[in-house]
């Protein structure tokens, strides 16, 4: 993250609400790079991506720098963790039981669960912001 201060690149994208998430985790948007490709959901509708960003994501004591593609949309996700991360947190996903888990620095099983109830209000809850 910059520590310095500077206009901060969302404006030059032209949405003052574009990353209402990464403000109020104040990352330094100047480190995002604009993007101007779509992506497909599983409902297969498309989003343009605003841009992309590494992010430290911390788990189980263990860190990892992790490429995000930031998009505007309602979502009961926070974030979705592809294979790289999986991979280098040498982890085991547990698709039925929604969990994976992985040895965290001193060699202890750390588990991190799926919340789907969280996941439902979250997006009822944005869905009623609008």
Not at 79 to 94: G, T
Not at 110 to 121: M, N, S, V, Y
Request: charged residues 25%; aromatic residues 6%.
């Amino acid at each position: 993250m910059r520590s310095d201060k500077g206009p901060r690149r969302y404006r030059q994208l032209g949405r003052s609400d574009l990353c209402e998430t990464l403000n109020k985790m104040e990352v330094d948007l100047r480190d995002m790079k604009p993007s101007t490709r779509s992506l497909t959901g599983l409902n297969e509708a498309t989003k343009e991506m605003r841009g992309t960003i590494h992010l430290p994501v911390y788990a189980g004591g263990i860190a990892r720098s992790v490429k995000f593609s930031v998009i505007k949309s309602n979502s009961p996700y926070n974030a979705i963790l592809r294979k790289p991360w999986i991979h280098s947190m040498k982890a085991i996903l547990l698709t039925y039981h929604q969990c994976i888990k992985f040895l965290d620095k001193n060699g202890h099983i750390c588990t991190i669960r799926g919340d789907q109830r969280a996941a439902r209000d979250l997006l009822v809850a944005a869905v009623k912001l609008q």
